[in-house]
């Protein structure tokens, strides 16, 4: 009796083990059909018969290898994730199976793990051209294009058939690192030795637009032009002096005009000179018409890829119906960090010396800190930005010192491709240090600022019209410094 148990076990452990054999074969022979298929890129087919090959051996590493490239191929990146992770457990070192995980992140956007499969195929394997192409594609993607531009290149120079993307892709990191002429060389050197016409294309659009726009940039001097119909319902001395306020409405014919030219103008030093000119002429408050002359002596160095330094030197001289009003000179030393390619940081301290012609008491001078922050969205024309600053004022007179802090934030947005509106707003809270002479208490103001505009750009990238909203409100602890203002401004602007 014992005996027969036995031999009927055995029996049934052979038939298993003869079973199990032959489902092997007949899943290797699904395999490799499959492969077959793989290779002369019939896809479904592929996927058909790499399934029936899974049914019969599920853990088999290679089999779920294909079939997660099969996957990756018909766009089903889910259930390519499954049976390349399967293979990845079962076994790790399937050639190939580090790339093609690399190759499925790159089609989920994960660009950072991505690149660490690329970078670890090639770390192993240093004569894999895609895996060096694919990681500078992956860098590219993740804005890091200093490290790009040297694995695409090195992919470029080893295989002539990447070489043309490989260019292409280059030549846009170049570009993106400001590298203008490098960027345009090998945009045109992959018009030279692209197959596909479609790259020729795009390559060419990139070197045309390049070479537009920098020859533009590359100008020594920039011209700027803009004049328009104000119409104002509290007429204000601005921007000369905020206190002074008429209380009746009128409308104003406005001009403003600034150039800059670059005496200097090197890969790391820009220096020169400019002026601009402010100029309003109300119809009937002519003691009101404003004109400010503003002189400009600039040097700008670039201390590194993301640090520029800056100092200027202004001096402006307003005239209040043509009689001498303000003279002053601002000097203004700065640090601009660019972050990256979509945020930006100025830091930067101003002193002013003030000479008032008409009130002695305010001579004195000023020394402000600020800093402003600046946001891009990627893929979108617009940003938002934001800014603080402090300010102390010292004057001869006691009662005019204070203290004045000083906020922004805003948003500029293309909403169509000529079409921008631009959205801000300023708070400032303004305490002085003394009682006021006049009404024998410490003034104190808090203001707030909005505008918004609308602009249309008609002719070219120079010629555009535009209309502005502006809103201001003074609250004050001394009621005759309260006021309220609304002001409407169309103008027509030129920049060249």
């Keep these: ?74 766009g089903q990146l889910d259930a390519a994730a499954h049976h390349l992770s399967t293979a990845f457990l079962t076994d790790p070192k ?31 394997e240093p004569s894999n051209v895609l895996a060096i192409y694919y990681s500078g594609v992956n860098l590219y993607k993740l804005k890091r294009y200093a490290a790009a531009v040297e694995s695409l290149e090195k992919a470029a120079t080893m295989s002539p058939t990447i070489a043309g993307n490989g260019y292409y892709y280059s030549g846009i990191c170049n570009y993106q690192l400001g590298r203008y002429k490098a960027a345009v060389q090998q945009f045109e050197h992959v018009i030279e030795i692209a197959d596909s016409e479609d790259l020729k294309e795009n390559a060419r659009s990139w070197a045309q637009a390049i070479k537009k726009d920098h020859q533009a940039a590359a100008k020594p001097y920039r011209l700027y032009l803009k004049t328009g119909y104000l119409y104002d319902d509290n007429v204000v001395l601005e921007p000369a002096d905020l206190d002074i306020v008429a209380d009746e409405s009128d409308s104003a014919y406005m001009l403003y005009f600034s150039g800059k030219y670059d005496v200097i103008d090197s890969r790391r030093v820009t220096s020169g000179i400019g002026y601009s000119h402010y100029q309003t002429r109300y119809q009937d408050l002519d003691e009101y018409d404003l004109t400010g002359s503003i002189g400009n002596i600039y040097l700008n160095y670039k201390f590194s890829k993301s640090v520029k330094l800056g100092l200027k030197y202004l001096p402006i001289y307003y ?38 012609f008409t009130d002695n008491a305010r001579d004195g001078h000023s020394n402000e800190l600020s800093a402003d922050y600046s946001h891009g969205f990627s893929g979108l024309d617009g940003y938002v930005f934001c800014g603080i600053g402090y300010e102390i004022n010292s004057a001869n007179g006691d009662d005019q010192d204070f203290c004045e ?19 801000y707003g300023n708070y400032y809270d303004k305490g002085y240090d003394h009682r006021n002479l006049k009404y024998n208490i410490k003034r104190n103001d808090a203001r707030y600022f909005a505008s918004a505009s609308i ?38 602007s030129v920049k060249l």
């Design 405 to 423: 802090l000083k906020t922004l934030l805003g948003i500029s947005y293309d909403i169509f491709e000529k079409t921008n509106i631009t959205v």
């Design 94 to 124: 399937i050639p190939g199976l580090t790339y093609f995980l690399g190759i499925l992140y790159q089609e989920k956007k994960d660009y950072e793990k991505a690149l660490q499969k690329f970078q670890k195929v090639s770390a192993q």
């Design 319 to 356: 005239w209040v119906d043509a009689e001498s009003y303000l003279m002053q000179h601002q000097i203004n030393p700065s640090v601009m960090w660019f972050i990256d390619n979509n945020n930006a940081v100025d830091f930067s301290y101003s002193y002013y010396r003030n000479n008032y």
């Design 1 to 74: 009796m014992h005996q027969s148990v036995k031999i009927f076990f055995i029996c049934i452990l052979l038939l298993s083990i003869f079973n199990l054999v032959i489902a092997e074969e007949i899943a290797q022979n699904y395999y490799d059909l499959g492969v077959f298929a793989y290779e002369e890129r019939n896809f479904i087919e592929s996927q058909d018969l790499l399934l029936k090959a899974i049914s019969l051996d599920p853990e088999n590493a290679r089999i779920n290898f294909y079939l997660g490239r099969v996957y990756v191929k018909l």
């Design 455 to 492: 602009t249309q750009n008609i002719w070219k990238k120079w010629l555009n019209v535009s209309a502005e909203y502006t809103y201001t409100k003074n609250n004050s602890n001394i009621a005759n410094f309260d006021y309220e203002r609304n002001a409407m401004l169309l103008s027509v």
